[in-house]
């Protein structure tokens, strides 16, 4: 089992930035993807942004590149979503999400059922 802690969301104002966290526990990591999916009220959940354990790629949803940052730290077994640039339409939940990889390289799966763990989700609120 994996479990996903989420933290660092929050309210802010059309233009500002907030950085979310997700640290992972419960067993001993070797291939995985972490990612991060949104879902706002009456809509379905969508995908964010998404990085594996190894190598430099990094994948977004169009709306949110150039805006968001998706980083990791595998020491820490942590995934960090920058978001800069906020508007009112990212308002959201913001979900982490694990999955395990069988592969480095290629298109990183974007459906929620690809990802196997998810966390609590972090309310991220932008006012205008």
């Known amino acids: 089992q994996v479990q996903l802690v989420e933290s660092g969301g929050g309210l802010v104002q059309t233009g500002g930035s907030l950085r979310l966290s997700c640290a992972a526990s419960?067993?001993?990591?070797?291939?995985?993807?972490m990612g991060w999916f949104r879902q706002a009220p009456g809509k379905e959940r969508e995908f964010v942004s998404a990085?594996?354990?190894?190598?430099?790629?990094?994948f977004y949803t169009d709306s949110m590149k150039g805006r968001f940052t998706i980083s990791r730290d595998n020491a820490k077994n942590t995934v960090y979503l920058q978001m800069n640039s906020l508007k009112p339409e990212d308002t959201a939940v913001y979900y982490c999400a694990f999955r395990d990889e069988t592969t480095a390289w290629g298109p990183i799966p974007r459906g929620p059922s690809e990802y196997h763990y998810w966390g609590q989700g972090t309310q991220v609120t932008v006012s205008s």
């Open positions: 419960g067993r001993t990591f070797s291939s995985y993807a």
């Open positions: 990085i594996r354990w190894t190598g430099s790629s990094t």
